[in-house]
């Protein structure tokens, strides 16, 4: 079955950190871009962070850069998103999503809650 | 950055109906690089229209995507109980930020 799984979640202190997983299956990960977008509780969808198939090409909104890394290892078929330092304004859910322009799998989502 | 405005807010209509979403965008997205998604409460997003007019696997021919340049309609030919849920506009056609529109609740009436 094509699937991508997101882990990690969770409620962390403002200025903390937390990592993201994504586990896929069904399809060849290595030949795909990969992304992260989020959605604030009763907001619409926002970009955070894609990767290119072989990495070579990183992109991050503005609102995470210098805060969030994406990663991916194409041998265990999993992507990842560190985030350090933070914010209120990063609580959401995150998904995990496949393709390079538009996202046509995405995962069932991990909730971040950022709060004191 | 491409700013994608999605209008109406809110459209409420009845099952049977013809629902017509619209998706403006702030400078013309080049290939016509411009996908819809669904999402209905507690789900992911899913994807129904890419590149302005063709139908993502599996999506029921009651959906299309039409338009160009700034200008881009999501069209839903006879709605189904199973359609109400909330319509976002993507452009892919700029380098990133690949931006979403602020969406379309679609509601019963």
């Known amino acids: 079955e094509v699937q991508l799984v997101e882990s990690g979640g969770g409620l962390v202190k403002p200025g903390g950190s937390l990592r993201l997983s994504c586990a896929t299956s069904?399809?060849?990960?290595?030949?795909?871009?990969m992304n992260w977008v989020r959605q604030a509780p009763g907001k619409g969808l926002q970009w955070v962070s894609s990767i290119s198939s072989g990495t070579s090409y990183i992109y991050y909104a503005d609102s995470v850069k210098g805060r969030f890394t994406i990663s991916r290892d194409n041998a265990k078929n999993s992507l990842y998103l560190q985030m350090n330092n933070l914010r209120a304004e990063d609580t959401a859910v995150y998904y995990c999503a496949r393709g390079y322009g538009y996202k046509n799998l995405w995962g069932q989502g991990t909730l971040v809650t950022v709060s004191s | 950055e491409i700013v994608l405005t999605q209008s109406p807010g809110t459209l409420s209509l009845s099952p049977g109906e013809r629902a017509t979403l619209s998706c403006r965008a702030s400078q013309s997205v080049s290939s016509n690089y411009l996908a819809w998604y669904q999402q209905k409460p507690g789900q992911a997003p899913r994807l129904l229209i890419y590149?302005?007019?063709s139908r993502a696997t599996g999506i029921p021919d009651r959906f299309s995507g039409s338009g160009s340049g700034t200008d881009f309609t999501l069209t839903i030919s006879r709605l189904e109980p199973e359609d109400f849920a909330v319509y976002y506009c993507q452009q892919y056609g700029s380098s990133s930020p690949y931006t979403f529109g602020q969406g379309t609740k679609l509601e019963i009436k």
């Open positions: 069904g399809f060849t990960f290595s030949s795909y871009s």
């Open positions: 590149g302005a007019s």
